[in-house]
């Protein structure tokens, strides 16, 4: 007997635990008659519950907008808006920028009129006149219940939602991140352009390309004429600045579709797709005329300022070509290019031409 006694007592506190407190929740009644509001006040008031009063529809609107109650107890038969079409409003608006849920019970003194068309609105529960008190205590309960419960899952979803956001962010700075490691692992640090590894990437992709489809592509080849003088002469820091100088201008005479790379030292390297040996040859004198204009100053400890010239070799071939029908072909004869240019006396151009068949 005793054992049964502390099961059930056990029983009684588990539910106590898992029902939400629903004191000091708020109740709008909604009445035309200040009498029934007054019953359902007494009748309720030993459960501790907040009322508010709205005398007809109208009232219970604007009370609405100033505060939100947990449980609207609404009339249906009032003068100017009556229950029902207030219920719909209310409903109707019943999203997070709106009025958010609020569970109604309507009371009307006719058993079946309007009960229907209540619910189908929206109405969460219906009460006939005269109403017991204990039923009506006990659906107030299971309304407040529903509406707590509501409140929770609405207060969920906003932490799902903001913890939603913050992965988000996370993860796209985690894509900016890596998009940026990707970049430094592609990148020059000093110029700024390409790095070898990364050209030589592209290269192999954008000639596999030039041999499906048969379209042009050209590779320049270029170096900076006396670069160890320029270095020897003015220093290092200098000789850095003179490589950016180089690679910016480089950059600002072709394409935004061409590829520019450091390949190594004082030597660039670009690709430039979609380009035959004509135009490229005319890219080339571009970038050649635009790199001997430059005028670097260079600045002695002495406070003393020179402005220094420079100018650079480059060799160009181009694909489809029968005698260069690989990759390495192609890098080759650019290269052999460049080495005439500088043995022509620097600051030129030399193509590849390929030999006609005899």
Known sequence: MADGSIKKMGEMARRTLATPALADRTILLVDDDPANIQHVRE????????????????????????????????????????????????????????????????VTARQAAGKVEGLELGADDYLVKPFDMLELSARVKSMLRLKA????????????????????????????????LLALTRVDALTGLYN????????????????????????????????????????????????????????????????VARYGGEEMIALLPETGPKEALGACERV??????????????????????CTASLGVA??????????????????????EAKAAGRNCVRQYQEESPG
């Open 43 to 106: 009748g309720l008031a030993s459960h501790g519950y907040r009322f508010r009063e709205a005398h007809d529809g109208t009232e219970a609107l604007r009370s609405l907008r100033e505060v939100r109650p947990d449980l609207i107890i609404m009339d249906v038969e009032m003068p100017r808006l009556g229950g029902v079409e207030v219920c719909r409003i209310i409903k109707a608006n019943g999203g997070e920028g709106g009025f958010g849920f609020i569970p109604v019970i309507l």
């Open 149 to 180: 419960l509501q409140d929770a899952v609405v207060e969920k979803n906003r932490e799902l939602d903001n913890k939603n956001r913050e992965l988000d962010k996370a993860n796209k700075e985690l894509a900016q991140k890596r998009e940026e």
């Open 196 to 259: 070898r590894r990364y050209f030589e990437e592209r290269l192999t992709e954008e000639f596999v390309r030039s041999t499906r489809y048969r379209s042009p592509l050209s590779l320049v080849m270029m170096d900076i004429d006396h670069f160890k003088k320029i270095n020897d002469t003015y220093g290092h820091p200098f000789g850095d600045e003179v490589l950016r100088q180089v690679a910016r201008t480089i950059k600002g005479k072709l394409r935004e579709v061409d590829f």
């Open 288 to 309: 050649r005329e635009a790199i001997a204009s430059l005028q670097l100053e260079f600045r002695a400890q002495d406070g003393s300022r020179q402005l220094v010239r």
């Open 318 to 339: 181009s694909v489809p070509a029968r005698s260069l029908p690989v990759m390495e072909e192609l890098m080759r004869v650019a290269d052999v290019c460049l080495y």
